[in-house]
Nanobody, 114 residues
Framework: VQLQASGGGLVQAGGSLRLSCAAS????????AGWYRQAPGEQRDMVAL???????YYTDSVKGRFTISRDDALNMVLLQMDNLNVNDTAVYYC?????????WGQGTLVTVSS
């Protein structure tokens, strides 16, 4: 399984970015996909998840600002991030969960300037 994330960058507070993650080597539609993030000196935390049935889960701090979606035909999971703030600065990791293994992308850096 390979996960290739893209879309990070530098943005001003209040701006938007869209992260994309393309999966290969997996029957993508069968399992949960999502995004985690890790700020400097912090642990890696869940940002958003989307199940195979398209149920979505968000950490409280991004609710109403971030939207996760998936395109199973393209084997992709997307994260639309709006109204970004400096606290969203982190490396964002694409995630794909099977049982018993979890898979991670290489990370893409999002930097929000004030």
């Amino acid at each position: 399984v390979q996960l290739q994330a893209s879309g990070g960058g530098l943005v001003q507070a209040g701006g938007s970015l869209r992260l994309s993650c393309a999966a290969s080597g997996v029957r993508f539609s069968l399992n949960t996909a999502g995004w985690y993030r890790q700020a400097p000196g912090e642990q890696r935390d869940m940002v958003a998840l989307i199940t195979s049935g398209r149920s979505t889960y968000y950490t409280d701090s991004v609710k109403g600002r971030f939207t996760i979606s998936r395109d199973d035909a393209l084997n992709m999971v997307l994260l639309q991030m709006d109204n970004l703030n400096v606290n969203d600065t982190a490396v964002y990791y694409c995630y794909y969960g099977t049982r018993p293994l979890d898979y991670w992308g290489q990370g893409t850096l999002v930097t929000v300037s004030s």
